[in-house]
């Protein structure tokens, strides 16, 4: 039995050898090609290496949108043991400043890789450079900044979850902020770790180039704000305000309210992210009267002085009521603007031939893509002649029966004011590649003329004239002209018009001699002062009141000729020298222009009040920043701080007053 027992054990140890010689040979020999390349294939792969995205500046070269290098860190469950988790567990804990727990409970998951920290900062990451542990691997992800927070957050859009950018700039130039993704082809150990990179194989990434925006971060700020405060302070779902250079088409600033912020982009719905600019439209109400005058105006079918009866406030036009706000008897054209008289408008629109004045309407742009960069922008409605009703053309000369985006509409005006040429909107100035190559220059678009150089001068008049005269005098300067206009239209809410509902507009640039800058400001649905100039001519004003403190150039350029030639500047007050008064200003001395006719006073002396009235002095003395105290009423007889003394804001002047009476009336 007992050899039988031997042969039996030796037999199985040959089979089983024999077994282990054909396996080998099975590997070694007849397989050995097609299992190394598995093998290999396990353990190298061919990687992506994502570009560097391009970086997002303004147009003074500030940096706006940037990248992080941030790491993603995570576990191959498969491949960790218990004692891996306690460590994994103590050491993130300790660096990350969350509890152990939290890990714990993360790698109690039943999945097979788990992620540990999602884009933890560089600086986190190189803490872990030395900790490895079976299963634990990280990757490079890094992370879009938007170094402002919701700075010109409409503007730049954002980049989403699969690096593409989405909305604004992001996306419209997608490509070239992208770059080009390279490869490698890396090879690693059981655990996941990189032994070698094969360099051969590899393919360099391409980093994406640089954007140098047409936008001025400052003057993002500053729209921003005052949308803001005026949104606080009216009321309303939400503000639009654009500024732009009228002689280029540039975008200076593009701004809705209420924004988000691009970094945290997922916590707000795509309503707060749509950029109401370019993708919504409204009636424009009173801001399209301009573009009517623009084309009475240049065909010579009016003159601004000629005169309107506009039927004290009411008209019938056919069978249906047009209102003015005001009522007057007659007004000229030019005060048919200023007044921003519906009725006046009706009569002058029905000089122009129907075919003519469409084809004005859509010389200035509506009805058609601006082609701004911006993704996402819409035609607005603009009916063709054909498809017009008997009111159509009253109805669309001030501002109903079309429908406009807000881009549009200061496009066109941008066109108005600068000589009569349509600009194509800008906002990328340039594009840099990563090795500070210049890849494109942007330059100005011209679309087409629209309206002659002398009908433009004619326009800026007009709309200086409602800025000093008319429905537009809260978006008033004390020392640059600005011209511009007022709108307010009813919104249509289930095919009525809302009688609390209203969209709140002004235009508005300046200096108006030579427009430098031409803002819109849109409020919707306002709950306080309803009218574009109680409500968007404020908000203007405060923006470019802001813009020309930040800019000193605006300034400058405005001063009198005779003081950029070296010359004293004698100012006569507008009594037309019935008190004998004058003033003197030292020539090359920054100086204020205190509203109309008031005078011009360096702004570091004291000027001379005696025999203002008291009202005019204050508004003297609240411009030059003095506080007073004022005593009695009527004519300033005295002033506690004398003519030409040294002043500084702060200061107290007391001033006396007394009434003068002349034919038994007092004067003040």
Request: hydrophobic residues 35%; positive net charge.
């Amino acid at each position: 039995m007992s050899n039988s027992r031997a042969i039996i054990i030796i037999v199985f140890i040959l089979l089983v050898f024999a077994a282990l010689v054909i396996k080998l040979v099975d590997i070694q020999i007849v397989r050995s090609e097609e299992l190394k390349y598995y093998a290999q294939r396990q353990q190298t792969n061919l990687e992506k290496i994502d570009a560097e995205r391009g970086m997002i500046y303004d147009r003074n070269n500030v940096l706006l949108v940037y990248n992080r290098n941030d790491y993603s860190f995570y576990l191959d469950l498969r491949m960790v043991s218990n004692k891996g988790k306690k460590k994994i567990a103590e050491k993130f804990s300790s660096v990350f400043g969350k509890s152990k727990n939290y890990y714990y409970n993360l790698m109690s998951d039943s999945g097979k890789i788990i992620c540990l920290e999602k884009k933890a900062p560089g600086e986190k990451a190189f803490l872990l450079t030395n900790f490895k542990i079976n299963g634990l691997f990280y990757k490079e992800d890094p992370t879009r900044v938007y170094h402002y927070g919701d700075l010109a957050s409409h503007v730049l859009g954002f980049v989403g979850t699969e690096d593409q950018g989405v909305n604004g700039i992001e996306k419209a130039f997608d490509k070239q902020l992208g770059g080009e993704n390279g490869t490698r082809l890396v090879e690693r150990d059981a655990i996941g770790d990189m032994i070698t990179v094969a360099e051969e194989e590899t393919k360099p990434a391409v980093p994406g180039d640089n954007l140098v925006l047409t936008i001025n971060k400052t003057y993002q700020a500053i729209l921003e704000e005052e949308l803001r405060k005026g949104l606080s302070e009216y009321g309303g779902t939400a503000a639009i305000g654009i500024i732009m250079d009228p002689n280029t088409g540039e975008i200076l600033s593009l701004a809705n309210m209420n924004d988000y912020d691009p970094n945290k982009y997922w916590e707000y719905s795509d309503d707060e992210r749509r950029n109401r600019a370019v993708t919504d439209t409204y009636e424009p109400g009173s801001t399209f009267k301009s573009i009517t005058m623009a084309a009475l105006l240049d065909q010579k079918l009016v003159n601004e002085n000629d005169k309107v009866f506009v039927e004290n406030g009411k008209y019938k036009f056919k069978n249906i009521s047009i209102f003015d706000t005001h009522k007057h008897s007659w007004l000229t054209v030019k005060g048919v603007m200023e007044e921003s008289s519906d009725i006046g408008m009706a009569k002058l629109v029905q000089n122009i031939d129907d075919d003519l004045f469409y084809k004005y309407v859509r010389a200035f742009g509506f009805g058609n893509y601006t082609s701004t960069d911006l993704p996402g922008e819409v035609k607005g409605k603009l009916k063709k002649p054909n498809e017009w009703s008997q009111f159509t053309k009253t109805f669309m000369s001030f501002g109903y029966e079309v429908a406009v985006t807000p881009i549009q509409l200061i496009t066109a005006y941008s066109a108005i004011i600068n000589g009569g040429i349509l600009y194509q909107p800008q906002l990328i100035k340039r594009e840099v590649s990563h090795n500070g190559k210049i890849v494109m220059e942007f330059s100005p678009k011209e679309v087409r003329t629209v309206i002659s150089p002398q009908t433009s001068a004619e326009m800026r008049k007009i709309l200086v004239g409602v800025v000093k005269n008319g429905t537009g005098q809260n978006a008033k300067l004390d020392f640059i002209t600005v011209g511009g206009k007022t709108g307010t239209s009813q919104k249509l809410i289930n095919g009525s018009y809302s009688k609390s509902d209203y969209n709140s507009s002004f235009i508005g640039f300046f200096p108006a001699e030579k427009p430098k800058i031409i803002c819109l400001i849109l409020v919707i649905s306002p709950e306080k002062g309803k009218y574009g100039g109680f409500v968007a001519a404020p908000i203007f004003k405060n923006v470019a009141q802001r813009i020309i403190n930040t800019d000193v150039k605006y300034f400058q350029d405005q001063q009198p000729d005779q003081m950029k030639k070296g010359n004293d500047l004698k100012v006569v007050f507008a009594d037309n020298k019935k008190n004998g008064k004058e003033n003197l200003v030292p020539a090359g001395k920054p100086v204020k222009i205190l509203g109309d006719n008031l005078g011009a006073f360096a702004t570091d002396e004291m000027p001379d009040l005696i025999n203002y009235n008291l009202r005019d002095g204050i508004k003297i003395l609240n411009r030059l920043g003095l506080k007073y105290k004022v005593n009695g009423s009527g004519i300033i007889i005295s002033q506690s701080i004398k003519a030409g003394e040294k002043i500084s804001k702060g200061l107290l002047c007391n001033i006396d007053c007394k009434e003068i009476k002349i034919n038994g009336a007092s004067v003040y």
